[in-house]
């Protein structure tokens, strides 16, 4: 597609809108005007984003009763803003499914947060896609289809509120409400590079949410800065009596000198290094104005282990049941394996829970006496869609691992950017505070973001990317050496000249024809001259199959500490190899032998 329709889906800010309209420098009309041509070239791309939306013209007609509004004097704080909304929440004159066409009805009023939008002048633009029944992390698990990032098409979007992220992130509106029982407000603005706020339990009425686990589901929003968030919140948090779970507000401070994460062994990164590099970015930024104190995690994890391998399982089943009884059919299968065993716990199972949970969450108050806030990796990778079709239930809770634990113990909590993977995906970490501490930890992501330097997002994919890897060579594969040939016949790309970090030896392998080196791990090692070169995944695969022992191809950790493939070495290439470290590369290493 053309840049003129990147442009057009540039990322929209709710502030701005909101002030433009208030202002009179632009119409809720002409915003709206604009949001059916962002709807119309994006469609072609993710069509799978939506459930329902209002025709054009209902939209239209709704932005100008908002231009309206304003010419009879009133103060609209979200007037003329375009938002989405997941459908598991009700919108009066909308169905509400679930992505569950067998389930949907037609709701007869609003859910609260809903009433309170509109009020505020706020547009809705549609209903969106989830993980059915807001069960998952993925975002894969719908009949209407997959939500992917909208960064790379491969990859998923996360869930359950996936269809909500990616109308924000592919800027088609400026906010989404999403939902939150175990991540699904989290998870998704990782991977797509936004702010996801997931308030305290009761500070936004779920009344009109369609229950997941009820007693701790939370309605969220994603937005492509904090602003927005801290805008949403002061329109729609607020006590409702209608709602059993509301509570009247109570916004407390929160200190920033001790910032608890988990033990460094405790840390989970499923094999991808790109994360855990990320992370210790991100905590370097933390770390230049408060100590970060490491924690033990067991504790959490156990309580989020309750969450799906405990009673709490009972909860979604609830929700479930006169589905499950009359027609188990219509629920997507991976969904029904995970909420059918609730069918077997007893109450005995589940008041020993609630004990369990009680003392749980003990120890998480008192660690408040430890440290001001958490800071967490918000996952700690992330996969592609084929890869959650072939494993569903296994990757999809390596998702919840830093996740699942924050609203069962009542916790606030903020996702935001903290870095871009090499495939255009984004990481994110979690800024985690006591309940009631909401408007506080918007203060401290905002002072992580104005440190943080992130770089500029990468561009949507609107077609599918080639996917990519990057490879470290150091020897006969350099430019100009005897096997480089094997880099350009497929079509291989240069990235750049660099050096690996100072923890590698480099040895000149005995009667290799033609001369090859082997890159060796060390503690007491140096850093190696290479260059980087991106392949495709297919020419990378054949280039692999290619490799000869004793080589292989491994990881390479670079200088600036990004991770990349690259060739390593078996012991037996060191039997009367030369070690030629002290050379610093192996150009430098040929011109000796010269």
Known sequence: MSGSVRDLLSRRSVSAIAAGVNSGTVSAAEVAQDTLARLAAYDPVQPQVWISRPAPEQILAAARAVDARMAAGEVLPLAGVPFAVKDNIDVAGMETTAACPAFAFQPEESAAVIERLLDAGAICIGKTNLDQFATGLNGTRSPHGAPRNAY????????????????????????????????????????QHLIGLKPTKGRWSTRGLLPACRTIDCITVFTDDLAGARLIDSVIA????????????????????????????????????????????????????????????????????????????????????????????????????????????????????????????????????????????????????????AAPVALNSAFGLYTNFVNLLDMAAVAVPAGIRANGTGFGITLIGPADTDLALLDAAEAYLAGAQLPSLPPLDLEGKMQTVKLAVVGAHLEGMPLHWQLTSRDAKFVGAFETAPDYRLYAIADSVPPKPALVHSAEGAAIKVEVYELGVAEFGSFVVEVPPPLAIGTVTLSDGTSVKGFVAEPRALDGARDITSLGGWRAYIADIS
């Open 152 to 191: 790379n098409l491969a990859y998923v979007s996360g869930g359950s509120s996936s269809g909500s992220s990616v109308a924000v992130s592919a800027g088609l509106v400026a906010f989404a409400l999403g939902t939150d029982t175990a991540g699904s407000g989290r998870v998704p603005a990782a991977f």
């Open 238 to 389: 607020g006590y409702d009596r209608a709602d059993p779970y509301s509570k009247p507000l109570a916004d407390k401070p929160l200190g920033r000198k001790k910032i608890g994460v988990p033990r460094r062994g405790q840390r989970v990164w499923f094999g991808d290094l790109e994360s855990e590099y990320l992370y210790d970015r991100a905590l370097e930024t933390l770390g230049r104005d408060a100590e970060i104190v490491e924690i033990d995690l067991a504790p959490l994890l156990e309580a989020a282990q309750l969450l799906y391998g405990g009673p709490w399982v009972a909860e979604r089943t609830a929700a479930l049941a006169d589905l499950l009884a009359n027609n188990p059919g219509a629920i997507d299968p991976t969904v029904r394996e995970v909420v059918e065993p609730g069918l077997a716990m007893s109450a005995v199972d589940l008041f020993n829970g609630i004990y369990r949970m009680a003392e749980l969450k003990r120890h998480a108050d008192e660690q408040w006496a430890a440290v001001d806030l958490l800071a967490f990796p918000t996952t700690g990778t992330t996969y592609r869609v084929a890869e959650l079709h």
